[in-house]
């Protein structure tokens, strides 16, 4: 089943007089339980694919489909609803609330969401387990390596059951060894739950996990 699709979409921005064609007439399509990632060098598009695919901005032209909705000409506080509980998200930056325990940060969807105060203990202390913090879960992300803050925000990003995670570049901030631990938690949560990933990327290290590598370059597929 289909979790999200482009259609001829375009992105252009415009600084000043100046014109960047971001993407130029992209076509795809996501299905439920892919783990794809998205490769090419650097301005081949793939941060401003995500961002469309994420509801975090819109297309020049084109459409885009999450599960089954046009969600191209959204407003912003459409494209808030559709993201709280359709889309998860993990930064390069870990873009963890620095006041927040690793607790606090993975629960943080669930208060947005209205769950029940059982609801999200549950939910919080069984992807605590899954991404191996449960002995972290009161520290704050001053207080964890790179690698436990990135494992954090991939639970906090699963942490409403969304119906897609999308990555931007999870492992440009680790060692090979924490990238790696990364790369295969999210891949055994992918098989274990189903939940589709997409993560942009260009290091080999990280294409070699994925199951379909769609290429960017110069804003079209390859």
Do not use: W
Request: proline letters at 5%; one cysteine or more; charged letters at 25%.
């Amino acid at each position: 089943m289909e979790v999200t699709r482009v259609e001829n979409v375009t992105r252009v921005f415009t600084i000043g007089k100046v014109e960047t064609q971001a993407l130029r007439g992209i076509s795809l399509s996501i299905e439920e339980g892919e783990f794809t990632a998205l490769v090419g060098p650097s301005g081949s598009g793939k941060t401003t694919l995500l961002q469309l695919l994420g509801c975090l901005d819109q297309p020049t032209g084109g459409q885009v489909f999450v599960k089954g909705q046009d969600v191209s000409r959204l407003n912003r506080n459409q494209r808030a609803d559709m993201r709280r509980g359709t889309i998860g998200f993990v930064f390069q930056f870990f873009a963890l609330i620095p006041t927040l325990t690793a607790y606090e940060n993975i629960e943080m969807p669930l208060l947005l969401n209205k769950h029940t105060p059982t609801e999200r203990r549950d939910r919080v202390m069984q992807l605590l387990e899954a991404v191996d913090l449960a002995d972290r879960a009161h520290h704050r992300p001053d207080q964890m390596s790179g690698g436990e803050q990135q494992r954090a925000a991939v639970a906090r990003a699963l942490a409403p059951h969304p119906a897609i995670v999308l990555a931007d570049e999870p492992t440009a901030n680790l060692d090979t060894a924490n990238g790696e631990q990364v790369m295969d938690i999210m891949t055994r949560l992918n098989q274990e739950t189903g939940v589709t990933f997409v993560f942009a990327t260009h290091d080999p290290r990280v294409i070699k996990y994925a199951r379909r590598v769609i290429t960017l370059r110069d804003g079209i597929v390859a």
